[in-house]
């Protein structure tokens, strides 16, 4: 495994909550409710380092569950927090704000 990254990453934060005036994802009220913060990128590298093994477990648990059919790829959407803690998304909506997506293919 390689070390983790070290410095830090610029990171936007926007609270959850809805803000007066929004008509939509970006509008100038919600970028007025954005802040420019400081990641660290070893909390980051971490945090998805462990969401990526525990993927591969799922993955493996599905493999042996396929009934005939052949895991090609899957895609997973993930959310980073101001402090780097990595979330999977459940479900797609409006709320979502950004964040990572990762999309695992077969080797080979």
């Known amino acids: 495994m390689n ?61 042996t569950a396929r009934g005939g059919y052949e895991l090609e790829s899957f895609e997973v959407s993930l959310d980073v927090s101001a402090s780097g803690e990595v979330r999977m998304i459940g479900s797609v909506s409006s709320e979502i704000r950004g964040g990572i997506t990762l999309t695992f293919r077969r080797r080979g």
């Open 3 to 63: 070390p983790s990254p070290g410095g830090t990453l610029s990171v936007i934060t926007v609270d959850g909550t809805p803000v007066d005036g929004e008509k939509g994802l970006f509008s100038a009220a919600r970028k007025a409710a954005a802040h420019v913060g400081v990641l660290d990128a070893g909390v980051l590298a971490g945090n998805l380092s462990a969401v990526c093994d525990q993927l591969g477990q799922l993955v493996a648990a599905a493999e």
